[in-house]
């Protein structure tokens, strides 16, 4: 993982280097329309209060769990005790992103969505009321942290997301057999090398030509750029967008030239 200043170094080398967002200059039909639909949508949704009532009720949490850490894809679990605020305020995904890949989703409209690290489930529930008629199916290694999250949807009454708890080794290919395919995935799993681009291989797998996989914490570290470069060049890759925090990925053959395009959010 790079410190916070190697992040923020590279933050600013991004922020000089990246297209302003404003569509200017962006030759993709596609992306330009992505930008101006999606990106730039700044209008308040009705889930977005409510969800981020739960945020905060979360962030305000002093309760302690014992939580298991499957580590790097490691079989040996390590068991250690967390207060469930420290939880929500290093691993939620921040209120811009996760709001963000709900306008995403209903934009797209993917009817069968694939989540790779539920957390607490505060962007599960985004990305389920983006298309309340598809069907979320979310992954979370920790049982513990897994059981709040369903307490979450349930206060949320939030009735399309299914929850699957354990090891994404053991639990990620029994669920995609049951789903047949993916159009959207959104990877906030373990952030190594290795595993992301098992998940990425796998996942292509069950893609088809409109599949979206959105890999979280791109530039988090050495191992998860040398990841996301490697998913660039990537043969089936046909386009990508690197916001940075998050990096989106598309397989539609109908983009005839590679294109790869970095944009300030």
């Not at 309760?63 to 939880?87: H, Y």
């Not at 799993?189 to 890999?215: C, E, M, V």
Request: proline share 3%.
């Amino acid at each position: 993982m790079y410190s916070p200043f190697q992040l923020a170094k590279k933050y600013f080398r991004y922020y000089l280097t990246a297209s302003n967002g404003k569509g200017h200059g962006v030759h993709s039909p596609f992306v330009f329309d992505f930008i101006n639909n999606v990106l730039k949508d700044k209008k308040k949704y009705p889930c977005y209060t409510a969800i981020e009532k739960q945020r905060q009720c979360l962030l305000q949490n002093t309760s302690t769990i014992e939580v298991e850490d499957f580590g790097a894809g490691s079989a040996v679990i390590r068991s250690n005790k967390r207060v469930i605020r420290d939880i929500a305020a290093s691993s939620l995904k921040p209120t811009k992103f996760a709001q963000l890949l709900f306008r995403t989703v209903q934009y797209y409209k993917p009817a069968t969505i694939l989540e790779l690290g539920t957390s607490l489930g505060i962007t599960s529930s985004y990305l389920a009321k983006g298309n309340n008629n598809g069907s979320v199916f979310t992954c979370e290694g920790s049982a513990a942290i897994a059981a709040i999250a369903q307490q979450n949807f349930e206060t949320l009454q939030i009735k399309n997301i299914q929850l699957t708890k354990g090891d994404f080794a053991k639990t990620l290919q029994p669920l995609l057999n049951e789903t047949g395919h993916i159009d959207l995935a959104f990877i906030d799993g373990n952030h190594r090398k290795a595993p992301t681009l098992q998940y990425f291989s796998t996942l292509l797998n069950y893609s088809t030509p409109s599949t979206i996989l959105i890999f979280d914490d791109i530039h988090w570290s050495e191992e998860m750029e040398a990841a996301w470069a490697d998913i660039r060049q990537h043969r089936s890759v046909t386009l990508t967008i690197d916001l940075f925090f998050i990096g989106l990925v598309f397989i539609n053959p109908d983009f005839k030239v590679k294109q790869h395009f970095a944009i300030r959010f």
